[in-house]
């Protein structure tokens, strides 16, 4: 996190939500519905489905609650000028990429009068990012992924060996029929395929795993018609407490994998459909199968046409997961909603801009602190 103002910003959701319930934050409280709860620009990205095909949505689902959708704005808004200040762009620039992360936004809405409006523009570093994703093979992930393109896991810093409970543990998991039809219909679509555990090792993958439960299970599957073989990489993660806070009086499932599958499947259905959830180590975990198609958008140093472009898109992808979720009465209550409480001035709600302002504030001072605590500690150990 102290690579850059913009990363601290990604990986600082405890911190975020802490500032959302300062007295001076105001904003209005949304519908009702599933939301990312941790919506900066590095968890969305391309994802493919079962089929193969590629498109742009929510690629983490940890934090999803029933919640606020001004969460999400906020958030997103915020990871964007984050990046817009590391980019070196003018102040201004920050204001239009809130004003496009609306337009963005609000596109997604299929209630107004007015003709339908052209598509959102694709900004150019998405259309990469899909090409880049569209072509990529097993073995670029297993190369990615395991450091060899050979059907095992290496040991070494990111992977650790398992004790004999988790093995056994793992084998047992694969045999439950729910965890082996995922695996099966995602790859032949054939219920009768032989699923072989080829190797497995818990996975050390950045803070999120600290102290969680984090595997890679690396499987074969052979066609029960033929002797068709395919490998399949499966990622095993505990589901925690989310930090996002959920709205009252709604009913959110109790098991946490439960909650992250079901958010997944209202939210990012090319991921939700790849997704199960299970009992492990009397943990609450997801799996999903890793495709090469999966990939996060890295967001680094933007011109001032492509950071008001990419608001916009982003805009109307967390958009249309959002508004999924409504019916035709709500969609009009939550539009009119957001068209309250603008300045003259800026094209969004006061409260988004607001709110971001004085993110950005907190943000940087703690961002700066981190960077001393982190420097220090780093000279204690040289």
């Not at 032989?194 to 690396?218: E, F, H, I, P």
């Not at 009465?329 to 006061?350: G, I, V």
């Amino acid at each position: 996190m102290a690579r850059s103002p913009h990363a601290y910003v990604r990986g600082n959701t405890a911190k975020f939500y802490e500032w959302l319930e300062e007295k001076t934050m105001r904003f209005p409280s949304g519908p009702a519905i599933w939301i990312c709860g941790d919506c900066h620009s590095g968890n969305l990205g391309p994802i493919a489905n079962h089929e193969g095909k590629v498109d742009i949505q929510i690629r983490d689902l940890d934090q999803a609650v029933i919640g606020n959708p001004a969460h999400d704005l906020i958030r997103l808004g915020l990871s964007l000028a984050s990046a817009v200040r590391g980019s070196g762009l003018p102040g201004i620039i920050t204001a239009q990429l809130i004003e496009n992360l609306m337009s963005g936004y609000e596109h997604a809405f299929d209630i107004r009068d007015e003709p339908e409006s052209k598509p959102i523009k694709t900004p150019t570093s998405i259309k990469i990012a899909k090409r880049k994703a569209t072509r990529r093979t097993w073995k670029e992930l297993a190369k990615e992924r395991l450091e060899q393109s050979s059907p095992l896991i290496p040991l070494g810093k990111n992977f650790w060996p398992l004790s004999p409970e988790e093995r056994e543990s793992i084998k047992k998991l694969f045999e439950l029929k729910t965890v082996t039809h995922l695996v099966t219909s995602l790859r032949l679509k054939d219920d009768n395929a032989v699923v072989k555990l080829l190797d497995a090792a818990y996975w050390q993958k950045g803070c999120s795993s600290l102290g969680n439960l984090r595997y890679a299970v690396l499987l074969q599957i052979q066609n029960s018609a033929s002797d068709e073989k395919t490998f399949c990489l499966m990622d095993i993660k505990e589901a925690t407490l989310p930090v996002a806070p959920k709205q009252q009086g709604q009913l959110i499932p109790g098991e946490h994998a439960d909650r992250v599958v079901a958010a997944a499947r209202h939210l990012s259905p090319h991921l939700g459909e790849r997704m199960a959830a299970a009992r492990f180590l009397d943990k609450s975990v997801f799996l999903r199968e890793l495709l090469p198609q999966d990939m996060k958008i890295e967001v680094g140093s933007l011109t001032e046409d492509e950071a008001r472009e990419l608001a916009r898109y982003l805009g109307a992808i967390v958009g249309r997961a959002h508004l999924g979720q409504m019916d035709v009465s709500t969609k009009k209550m939550w539009f009119s909603e957001l068209q309250k409480n603008r300045f003259k001035t800026l094209d969004a709600p006061s409260w988004l801009w607001t709110s971001i302002v004085h993110l950005i504030t907190n943000h940087e001072g703690q961002y700066l602190e981190h960077c001393r605590k982190y420097s220090v500690g780093k000279n204690e150990h040289d």
